[in-house]
């Protein structure tokens, strides 16, 4: 019987989509209560269309078009609350998560303009209020910026993100596809005013795009955290830079296997163990976990019984993520030792 952590360690999920967190089942009812016309009729098609299947292949751009009707059936106040709410408790009972960071962009889900901004935020956070009182929970919201949103829409988001600080957001992010048309530097001031808010920073970067813009991200926004990250590895001046700042990175192994970031799961090993060698702090996520079929304990769980997070590492791994979460006093939590699960506990998540 391999050794794996028991459910009884709680656990901080702190990259995860709130587009690829919902349940197949969930959304379909969301959506037609909303009157929302889908391409199907049929339950099984749409949860193909909102989840990776052989259908839409192995990609970056593949992955992302799942969002597009994730996205729009969360749509409206009454769908974000519900979403956030779904997610929330879904992960506790599920994996025992009681720290979870939700990120979103609400200006994605206000249908262009149609429904107020801070009404969708309003909701996701009646959400988290909701999960708070039936199960024993720290939730946070991040509000996504996007590389592909001109600068004045994104420093709206960001200026939300500063107004809703005491009311569970807890970070800012920048998500969508690294590209050459993007200046980092462009929104040094953006986040610097985010910061003194006392809001958490992380940011998408070292997935799908060049390397150097992990560095430029460094050294121009600060980030306390980076999304995936994962190509850091192959530059030892970039590692160097996260390394002397403390920054810790959400690495998403399924998500990055999925799209391709990373080829397969011995690339992922050389670049944990890269990232252990350099000292390098890293958490390991989900990305989406209903988009992507997976929990963070499935997550965990392979890399053990592949050999590449050994049970101590793995702990560490959990504690890393507890200790980096933007949600206050979630890193003074102590995590219980680690002990084999229960005989009937692994047998049941092996079969």
């Known amino acids: 019987m391999s050794r794996q952590l028991s459910r009884t360690v709680p656990l901080a999920e702190l990259h995860c989509h709130l587009g690829g967190a919902v349940t197949p089942a969930i959304m379909w009812g969301i959506a037609h209560a909303q009157g929302i016309r889908l391409p199907t009729k049929d339950y099984w098609e749409f949860r193909d269309i909102i989840t990776v299947s052989p259908r839409h292949g192995h990609s970056f751009e593949g992955y992302l078009d799942l969002f597009h009707w994730t996205e729009l059936i969360q749509s409206s106040p009454i769908a974000v609350e519900r ?6 408790g879904g992960a506790y009972r599920k994996n025992n998560v009681t720290t979870m960071e939700l990120r979103f962009n609400p200006m994605k889900r206000n249908r ?3 429904q107020d ?5 309003a909701a996701a956070v009646r959400g988290m209020d909701r999960a708070m009182l039936e199960y024993p929970v720290r939730p946070g ?3 996504c910026l996007d590389r592909a949103f001109p600068y004045h829409l994104n420093e709206i988001i960001a200026e939300k993100a500063i107004a809703w600080r005491d009311r569970g957001v807890v970070g800012v992010d920048i998500a969508g596809p690294e590209s050459s048309g993007f200046r980092v530097r462009e929104y040094r001031r953006l986040f610097q005013e985010a910061r003194r808010h006392h809001l958490g920073i992380t940011v998408h970067t070292g997935e799908s795009g060049p390397v150097e813009e992990v560095a430029e991200v460094v050294e121009q926004l600060e980030p306390d955290r980076i999304g995936h990250g994962v190509k ?3 530059d030892p001046r970039t590692m160097a830079l996260i390394r002397e700042r403390g920054i810790v990175l ?3 192994p399924t998500s990055n296997l999925n799209t391709r970031v990373v080829s397969g799961w011995e690339e992922l090993r050389w670049i944990l163990d890269t990232f ?6 890293f958490t390991i996520n989900t990305d989406g976990p209903e988009m992507l079929k997976t929990y963070i304990r499935d997550e965990l769980a392979t890399l053990g019984r592949l050999g590449i997070l050994a049970p101590d590492e793995q702990v560490e791994v959990a504690r890393t993520a507890m200790q ?7 890193g003074d939590v102590p995590l219980p030792r680690l002990e084999p699960a229960p005989r009937e506990e692994v047998e049941r998540e092996e079969a």
């Open 83 to 88: 979403s956030v709410y779904e997610v929330i």
């Open 112 to 114: 262009g303009g149609e």
């Open 117 to 121: 901004l801070d009404h969708i935020i």
């Open 141 to 143: 919201l991040i509000l």
């Open 232 to 234: 850091a590895a192959y």
């Open 250 to 252: 959400e690495v998403c």
């Open 276 to 281: 252990r060698r350099e000292e390098i702090r």
């Open 324 to 330: 980096a979460s933007f949600v206050p006093n979630v």
